[in-house]
């Protein structure tokens, strides 16, 4: 099936660093979510973004609808251990009168041994 | 404010069989949607529906059917279940069908 470009697929974190992950699409889409998803868990919605180039922060979590409604990026600032996780952008179409969500593969947060 | 629940938490079954997995979505919401969920990748969109009706398919055979019912919960069957339905079924409610999604717990299903 469809899916986005999410890099990068993994990375290591230490206690206080910031992280970036973005998202990237051939398609057009009318909205972008970010969710984090623990193990043996669902996903837990993190920020909803509704208009190109709406920034959005949620405490330390701050996303971006890119310009061209193609893309989206999500900061993570002054991690903390419990950040650990999964991290998947989705795009919502509005094609024809459904609205499904698009995943990404994923962004894994571990931390740094 | 119960948010979207789902049964049975594990199931396994072995090739042939069939399994029905169940959802309730939150409170106020009348849209239900199912993804399938292989390890280590993205959930792909089976289906949603919206008012009862099926209001949108994604890539999957005729043997993944779906209910819902006037309450909005909503039931999954997989008919014939082979080894590669073996994967984490999740279910997502919203406010209405173009709506920001919330998932449950997700369904483990293992075909053995």
């Known amino acids: 099936g469809q899916q986005l470009n999410q890099s990068p697929q993994s990375m290591f974190i230490q206690e206080g660093e910031d992280v970036s992950m973005n998202c990237t699409s051939s398609s057009i889409f009318n909205t972008w979510l970010w969710y984090k998803q623990d193990p043996g868990e669902g996903p837990v919605l993190l920020i909803a973004?509704?208009?190109?180039?709406e920034l959005t922060s949620n405490g330390r979590l701050t996303a971006q609808f890119g310009i061209t409604r193609k893309d989206s990026f999500l900061n993570i600032s002054a991690s903390i251990p419990s950040d650990v996780g999964i991290y998947f952008c989705a795009g919502m179409n509005y094609g024809g009168s459904q609205g499904n969500l698009i995943f990404g593969k994923g962004t894994k947060l571990s931390v740094k041994p | 404010e119960t948010g979207v629940t789902q049964s049975p938490t594990h199931l396994i079954k072995t090739r042939g069989q069939q399994v029905t997995l169940r959802c309730s979505s939150q409170?106020?919401?009348?849209?239900v949607s199912w993804y399938q969920q292989a390890l280590g990748q993205g959930p792909q969109f089976i289906f949603q529906y919206y008012r009862e009706e099926e209001n949108g398919r994604g890539n999957f055979p005729p043997r993944f059917s779906g209910l819902q019912f006037p309450n909005y919960s909503s039931e999954l069957n997989v008919n014939a279940l082979e080894l590669d339905d073996s994967a984490l079924y999740l279910c997502?409610?919203?406010?209405?069908?173009?709506?920001?999604?919330?998932f449950g717990p997700g369904t483990r299903l293992l075909v053995l």
């Open positions: 409170s106020g919401h009348n849209t």
């Open positions: 973004l509704y208009k190109a180039g």
């Open positions: 997502a409610s919203s406010l209405a069908h173009r709506e920001t999604q919330y």
